[in-house]
């Protein structure tokens, strides 16, 4: 299967780690990345520039989805935020034929026209939808057994879900508990799993974002849980790299690796972990590694 392939910001600046494990996985999955497609498509604006000024942001969107439009592959995304974006633009601008020719016609001046076929999915809905856990399980060659995961899917992924498709689509709302089973792994469910990780209120309330982090990783860590996995990177870079200050202000030790869904499955597929750069997170997840019980 082939795939306009839409990286995001974090993963090509932040998080390389998150891209290096994406590309590995993508090539036993068979999934072909077409990033030729999307060469000079801008920030989805992640929500915040459409505070400021939604049809920039809309605009943006558009041309991208045009871009995938005229490569002829499917749209698909790493990054649960630009996920999230992206179904919403996608959503006003299919209800608004006028507001999607006006914003056309900004377009043209690229030779490009968005025909409202687009339909962005995350890399944890392809694998779900698109080629099955059947498929994923046959590709399987370690097993995770032992290891007791807690999912974390972060807002965007999750909400709103009329322009996320869950309606038509139901499985997307255990789409991460999914894998987790599939490589062998335990789910340990606890009830922060699909609320905001903090990550949008740092830079205006820090305080705040730290005691979210605080939160998620403790009552994760206290149900049992040897490491968090998320399907989106901004989540990870608040919970992996505040959790050292999240441990200071509660004064106890946490040290919950937060695991990137790439890296997760790269370890059930073979993959090293110094390929997918699982020596690069904050919290070590060197520990993690090597009590690890791999088996076929």
Same mark, same amino acid.
């Given at each position: 299967m082939k795939y306009a392939f839409y990286p995001g910001c974090v993963s090509r600046g932040a998080c390389p780690e998150l891209y290096s494990a994406t590309i590995e996985v993508c090539r036993i999955l068979d999934i072909e990345l077409n990033e030729e497609a999307l060469k000079g498509a801008s920030c989805t604006g992640a929500g915040v520039l459409q505070e400021k000024n939604l049809r920039l942001g809309d605009t943006l969107n558009a041309r991208t989805f045009a871009m995938a439009e005229k490569s002829g592959n499917p749209l698909m995304t790493i990054c649960s935020t630009c996920q999230g974006v992206m179904s919403q633009a996608n959503e006003r601008l299919l209800a608004d034929p006028e507001y999607l020719a006006s914003i056309n016609e900004d377009l043209k001046e690229e030779g490009l026209e968005y025909k409202g076929t687009a339909d962005p999915k995350h890399l944890l809905w392809v694998i779900v939808e698109d080629l099955g856990i059947d498929f994923l399980e046959s590709k399987i060659v370690n097993k995770l057994n032992g290891l007791? =995961?807690?999912?974390? %899917?972060?807002? %965007?992924?999750?909400?709103? !879900?009329? @322009?996320?498709?869950?309606?038509? &689509? #139901? /499985?997307?709302?255990? @789409?991460?508990?999914?894998?987790?089973? #599939?490589?062998?792994?335990?789910?340990? $469910? +606890?009830?922060?799993?699909?609320?905001?990780? /903090? +990550?949008?209120?740092? !830079?205006?309330?820090?305080? &705040? #974002?730290? &005691?979210?982090?605080? &939160?998620? !990783?403790?009552?994760?860590? $206290?149900? /049992?849980?040897?490491?968090?996995? !998320?399907?989106?990177?901004?989540?990870? =870079?608040? =919970? $992996? /790299? %505040?959790?050292?200050?999240?441990? #200071? @202000?509660?004064?106890?030790?946490?040290? =919950?690796p937060i695991i990137h869904l790439p890296q997760l499955l790269g370890l059930a597929l073979g993959i090293s972990p110094e390929k997918m750069r699982l020596n690069k997170h904050i919290v070590s997840t060197k520990k993690l590694l090597s009590e690890l019980v791999i088996s076929p």
């Open positions: 007791k =995961l807690a999912p974390f %899917y972060g807002c %965007y992924i999750v909400r709103p !879900t009329k @322009a996320l498709g869950f309606a038509e &689509n #139901s /499985g997307r709302k255990q @789409a991460l508990e999914m894998v987790i089973e #599939s490589v062998g792994a335990e789910v340990v $469910d +606890f009830p922060g799993k699909t609320l905001c990780c /903090g +990550f949008p209120i740092l !830079t205006i309330n820090p305080e &705040n #974002s730290v &005691n979210m982090v605080a &939160n998620h !990783t403790i009552d994760a860590k $206290d149900r /049992g849980a040897d490491a968090m996995v !998320t399907p989106c990177p901004l989540c990870h =870079l608040n =919970l $992996d /790299g %505040y959790q050292p200050n999240a441990a #200071s @202000a509660r004064k106890r030790e946490i040290d =919950l």
